[in-house]
């Protein structure tokens, strides 16, 4: 198995979006600066889609610039369309997700778009990256959402995802991610989907997950994507967020509980535990009266147990 | 890997001990028979404790004698010593297990003894089983707790672990257990804890384990001890329980969502999963006010999930 692995902190977006409070600018920065401070290397601090549909991101460009003064930060965003990424390209993301929803119905409900649509529009990105100098192009990746089944539509057939995962990576992907967006996943169904897809586009292709723990699941799931040769998982400080469109399926997996579970492990993320469980008190202060999950932030560390030392200088994306 | 995995529910023992409140007999036995009747083949009912200690299971002798009249159920009982075993043999229990905690702070804590007077124990407990007649002795088992470090000591030397599975077995167990009483337990520490046991006791020594979700990590836990062939699981309906002395830890895994996973993953429970979500019910009347835990029996099965159909007729042990 790979020893170091890179957590991508996924709350800025995908959890904010999920919460009807807006949160301000300002605290936004200090949660990205307080986790970034914790050793967290890669943050996707929002998504550039159009404030009326989503106003809790409406400051994404403001945050992307914040956060690319983070020496050694990756700054991610989700973009819906051509659009969205232009608009992710100004700002300076270092990298950039497209989510295309295997299921179709899902994909209408979610982007309002066809299957072909999307493509065309990762298309369009990818011209749009290539169109920049080298230095500046960002990593692009398709994420394939509902990959694991869909609250319309159920399982997906195999055929239809892998075909996607083609067409993505021939509009000029960097990479395809896999998301767990209804969290339908189990470890069997994550070890045969990542065999899978890693046939149709190459191991180097598909580095990285997002898994909800919509039925507690979610960190066997992580188990067995790192036993298949991930070494990038997706989660959200608190387990805030999941996805809005989806009826029933909520709950990304917790940063802290999956930090606690690598550090565990002897695999390296680079964060400092104890300061990221401190960060959830910013997250508490900013965010009144909203849940936050997680079990370890209650339980606290075992006995004797040896976290990562500090924050040590890994290669970033 | 195995396809057959038993689940073992340990909710009236080791839930309800952990409960102030007293469960009425008659509810316990509604309980487990839901709970039999669901397809779980065996049920650790109770604890052969002075009532004065656990008078949430004074009634153990009583609902060992209602449970051995479902037909196909393993009737298991916890026993801290020979005069409790005395009382689980004269009730008819199929399986007794004594804990040992291979922490000594614990042991002396939990069951007010030294390692040397629990082996003494067991050694008792053994020529007691072996003076019945061969179609009467229980399953003996010797469950090694704290195993995966302890709230008092931190880490115990694994030399001080295996020399106490190995005295366990020669004492007269028919079998070894792990339980991470403290919910310190994470995949390659189970991984690592079954080999090396393994490797003194052999493999058909150790075939359970008992896990806590204390840190978020539960099922993560279990598909690691399935990957090293494990196919005995404890679990608790609610996930109500835990250990009592064992100061922040708590929180047994949930026998709602183990089963989704086992079933989502292709292997056979003998579970009717639709049922089980039901006895819920039976355990929030009997339980009223009392926090049950789960995120299956929320969110619901997956849309097109195909859960075993029946129960279906397996071996028992």
């Given at each position: 198995m790979q020893t170091d692995i890179l957590v991508s902190e996924v709350g800025p977006r995908d959890g904010l979006q999920s919460i009807k409070t807006v949160m301000p600018t300002e605290a936004k920065k200090a949660w990205i600066a307080a986790e970034a401070a914790a050793g967290v290397?890669?943050?996707?601090?929002?998504?550039?889609?159009?404030?009326?549909?989503?106003?809790?991101?409406?400051?994404?460009?403001?945050?992307?610039?914040?956060?690319?003064?983070?020496?050694?930060?990756?700054?991610?965003?989700?973009?819906?369309?051509?659009?969205?990424?232009?608009?992710?390209?100004?700002?300076?993301?270092?990298?950039?997700?497209?989510?295309?929803?295997?299921?179709?119905?899902?994909?209408?409900?979610?982007?309002?778009?066809?299957?072909?649509?999307?493509?065309?529009?990762?298309?369009?990105?990818?011209?749009?990256?290539?169109?920049?100098?080298?230095?500046?192009?960002?990593?692009?990746?398709?994420?394939?959402?509902?990959?694991?089944?869909?609250?319309?539509?159920?399982?997906?057939?195999?055929?239809?995802?892998?075909?996607?995962?083609?067409?993505?990576?021939?509009a000029g992907c960097d990479e395809v991610g896999l998301s767990d967006t209804t969290g339908y996943a189990d470890p069997k169904a994550v070890r045969e989907m990542v065999t899978a897809v890693r046939g149709v586009v190459g191991d180097k292709a598909l580095t990285g997950i997002h898994l909800h723990n919509t039925r507690g699941l979610g960190l066997a799931n992580v188990l067995a994507a790192l036993e298949m040769g991930l070494d990038m998982v997706d989660s959200s400080l608190g387990g805030i967020?999941?996805?809005?469109?989806?009826?029933?399926?909520?709950?990304?997996?917790?940063?802290?509980?999956?930090?606690?579970?690598?550090?565990?492990m002897d695999l390296r993320t680079g964060i400092d535990l104890k300061k990221l469980l401190k960060v959830r008190k910013v997250l508490a202060e900013a965010?009144?009266?909203?849940?936050?999950?997680?079990?370890?932030?209650?339980?606290?560390?075992?006995?004797?147990?040896?976290?990562?030392?500090?924050?040590?200088?890994?290669?970033?994306?």
């Amino acid at each position: 198995m790979q020893t170091d692995i890179l957590v991508s902190e996924v709350g800025p977006r995908d959890g904010l979006q999920s919460i009807k409070t807006v949160m301000p600018t300002e605290a936004k920065k200090a949660w990205i600066a307080a986790e970034a401070a914790a050793g967290v290397r890669e943050i996707e601090v929002g998504s550039f889609v159009p404030a009326k549909l989503l106003p809790q991101l409406a400051d994404t460009a403001e945050i992307v610039a914040f956060a690319k003064t983070i020496p050694g930060l990756t700054v991610a965003v989700l973009v819906p369309n051509l659009k969205g990424a232009e608009a992710a390209l100004a700002a300076g993301a270092d990298k950039i997700t497209l989510p295309l929803s295997v299921s179709e119905s899902h994909s209408r409900a979610n982007l309002r778009r066809s299957h072909d649509q999307v493509i065309e529009e990762a298309q369009a990105i990818a011209a749009a990256i290539r169109a920049l100098p080298v230095e500046r192009r960002p990593h692009f990746e398709g994420s394939l959402s509902t990959v694991f089944g869909c609250t319309i539509e159920g399982a997906i057939p195999l055929r239809q995802i892998l075909a996607l995962a083609e067409r993505l990576m021939a509009a000029g992907c960097d990479e395809v991610g896999l998301s767990d967006t209804t969290g339908y996943a189990d470890p069997k169904a994550v070890r045969e989907m990542v065999t899978a897809v890693r046939g149709v586009v190459g191991d180097k292709a598909l580095t990285g997950i997002h898994l909800h723990n919509t039925r507690g699941l979610g960190l066997a799931n992580v188990l067995a994507a790192l036993e298949m040769g991930l070494d990038m998982v997706d989660s959200s400080l608190g387990g805030i967020g999941g996805c809005p469109f989806a009826p029933g399926a909520s709950g990304n997996i917790v940063t802290e509980d999956l930090v606690f579970m690598l550090q565990a492990m002897d695999l390296r993320t680079g964060i400092d535990l104890k300061k990221l469980l401190k960060v959830r008190k910013v997250l508490a202060e900013a965010l009144p009266g909203e849940p936050l999950y997680g079990f370890t932030p209650d339980a606290g560390l075992p006995l004797g147990f040896v976290p990562e030392q500090s924050t040590r200088k890994l290669e970033t994306a």
